[in-house]
């Protein structure tokens, strides 16, 4: 029999009431033959609950408490569902990621799934039970110590049992109907897509469209898990397909840009006449990474040498908004070191990305876009490039501006 | 060194201000030179939520899921105190019972502890840890499910870890400061007893006094478990001692009767006139047995064999109040096998039981007592009496009366 998985995430498990509506899409899909793995997040609430009495707890606290802690919120939800869809006349089971078990490394709060050992779920298939797993949760077998998988880690959850019980396709429900060609609160025009590959999805999730965890794109991408994102508001009796995350080769008719998102949780930073010299770059850098700051865009631009005696030049990059504050301290405190004459920094701006595997064999795709936002008068701060996207960085004020430009200009706009 | 079980109930870490309470009771301990392991309940008020929730998921449910779902609520408590004992400096860490492992019968719902493996609790013992450990919970090790001890479970779970660990006490935190003569609120002279004997212990508890869950005094009776039953709401620094549940020999100044308890949680059916021959009893009986109908005081009286051909008699025979109704259906349903004349029931009755170790070696304790009873004008409508306890089954109405009358005649009223 095939198999499938279904995930929901928090606001479709947020009462008594919705749980059951969970319950008829599993139905409908048990109906249909297949044998059914369900993963679910905590009722949506429960997480910002448990994470506010551990705050309220310890300032600094022991992170394999918080998963202990945490982790009993899908736990509740597993329960409920398998009790739910009993009360349907289903055979079902819930089972904990410790009893599977859903084995991770040690990094409490953020682990990584290692390996999922899928006897014990082929066992429950066997005697016809959908299995209902806990999402978010696995244990460092080790210690013995429940473990979290992160925000998000339902996904993740899902797609890496998906690939354990070799499943047809993993399907993730959310409050979304799919994916969109960029978010429709600033786009009205946004289309929603039937296919998009995997290498576009990370990077859609990377840039920081909340549909999908990162982690779990990767995982569905290594072990080619066909994910589709759908809407768990949908009539059980007759949803919608949803978006299919695939294989670039299963999409026939390739755009050259599937996607524009952009992420406002951005913070660039400046040094001003920084020695342009070996070694510099590292000073900077290597504190930063020591303090776990992620830097994003970089740019260096010579300048002065003309002027000044000895060569200097300015430095730009990014941060993640929520690290900019401990960035710029870091750096002062390392002036010295670093021997930068000016620091400077800005919040509001925003970095705004087009992703599509089509600019792999079409030229000056991100030329077109420079030029178009500059007819609109928007100046570019910075700029990245990858195989498969490009990103700017603006003034936060030109957002919908440029959004709605890019998604013009590359056709992505849906039929008035 | 010395080791302490401390269990704390749902009252007593109803929030994170109450959890820190009982950390700084658990660090005075510690700095006593005690190694310590807490046991703890589900924040007040999250059991009633879980189980509401499931109620609402499923009818009839499975004790399986159940468990899962429940079990949830001492996993958070266990994590938040180890998180607290940890911000004050202390090394501590969380223990499901699943982790020990608490191994259980797999009666889930009211499952039996079966064995506490103490290597895991010892090693942490050894590494300097405060092992928190999650009450109420285990697991059935053949199936690796989650099993819940039934209400009040978490004393069980704290004698039975003061078992396993060898512990020299087990001190029961409440929201009482200790074991009572009677019930304060119905008599202002009630005393708090320093002392009390497992066995007397043991009837209260089955006699409706709510300090301790009757398992809980089995186990410790059997593994001769120091235990204290104690407030938590003392201060910290400067606690009293409570009641010390031990063995009858450390009890120096036995009284007669040691404590007068009552249960309103009765019900009283009378059958008229059936027949007086062999194998009634059982008719009547059996099928209340099968029903899961725990019969407790039953009466005979042989009448009117003068008047009447065939020999009949009357049965009297008390039930909890929550199976009354079930128990007259299931005799309505019967009555052509039991053959009786008529069926009678009360509910507005009470069970007034005085229990005391010192009875065994004095006659005549009930005769007096019932002397005193008529004395007020109370009728006594059924009696029951063990080696250490007698009851009797009277009007409701009589219940204060009744219960000060006993209480100042075995000499149990304070000091003025």
């Known amino acids: 029999m095939a198999r499938l998985v279904m995930k929901f995430g928090g606001t479709s498990v947020a009462n008594i009431e919705r749980i059951r509506n969970v319950a ?41 408490e918080y998963d202990a802690v945490v ?45 999922i050992d899928p006897a014990r779920l082929d066992a429950g298939f066997a005697r016809g039970e959908i299995a209902v797993v806990a999402g978010f949760q696995g244990v460092h077998e080790p210690t013995g110590r429940l473990t979290t998988l992160g925000r998000g880690g339902s996904d993740t959850s899902a797609v890496a049992v998906a690939a354990a019980i070799g499943a047809e396709r993993c399907d993730i429900y959310t409050d979304v109907d799919g994916v969109y060609t960029t978010d429709p609160r600033i786009v009205p025009k946004a289309r929603k897509l039937d296919k998009v590959s995997f290498e576009e999805m990370l990077e859609m ?35 919608r397909p949803g978006t299919l995350i695939c294989e670039e080769e299963e999409i026939v008719e390739q755009q050259v840009v599937t996607g524009i998102a952009f992420s406002k949780d951005e913070a660039q930073i400046t040094l001003r006449r920084i020695a342009d010299k070996p070694g510099v770059a590292a000073n900077i850098f290597v ?24 060569a200097t030049t300015d430095l730009t ?3 993640q908004a929520a690290d900019y504050e401990r ?27 087009a992703i599509g595997v089509g600019m792999r064999s079409h030229a000056g795709v991100a030329a077109r876009a420079f030029k178009a936002l500059a007819d609109k008068g928007i100046n570019i701060r910075a ?27 590359f056709g992505l706009d849906a039929a008035a």
């Open 24 to 64: 008829a899409h599993v139905r409908r899909e048990v109906e249909a033959g297949y044998q059914v793995a369900v993963v679910v997040s905590a009722m949506s609430g429960k997480t910002n609950e448990l994470v506010g009495w551990v705050n309220e707890c310890s300032k600094f606290y022991d992170a394999r």
């Open 71 to 115: 982790a009993s919120g899908e736990q509740v939800t597993s329960g409920l569902l398998a009790l739910t869809l009993q009360e349907m006349g289903l055979n079902a089971r819930s089972w904990q990621g410790w009893q599977i078990p859903i084995c991770t490394s040690d990094a409490h709060g953020s682990a990584r799934i290692e390996s």
């Open 205 to 239: 999730a990377s840039l920081g469209s909340k549909v999908l965890q990162v982690r779990s794109v990767e995982i569905a991408m290594v072990h080619k898990v066909r994910t589709f994102v759908r809407s768990s508001f949908d009539d059980p009796a007759n949803p």
């Open 287 to 310: 504190p930063l990474a020591e303090a776990n700051i992620n830097v994003d865009m970089i740019i260096q631009v010579v300048s002065g040498k003309a002027e000044n005696r000895d």
């Open 317 to 319: 990059f990014t941060v």
């Open 327 to 353: 960035a710029m301290d870091h750096l002062r405190k390392h002036k010295s070191d670093i021997a930068f004459e000016a620091l400077e920094g800005a919040t509001d701006v925003v970095k705004i990305s």
């Open 383 to 409: 700029i990245t490039t990858s195989e498969i996207k490009f990103s700017v960085l603006i003034d936060k004020d030109y957002t919908e501006l440029a959004v709605r430009t890019l998604h013009s200009l």
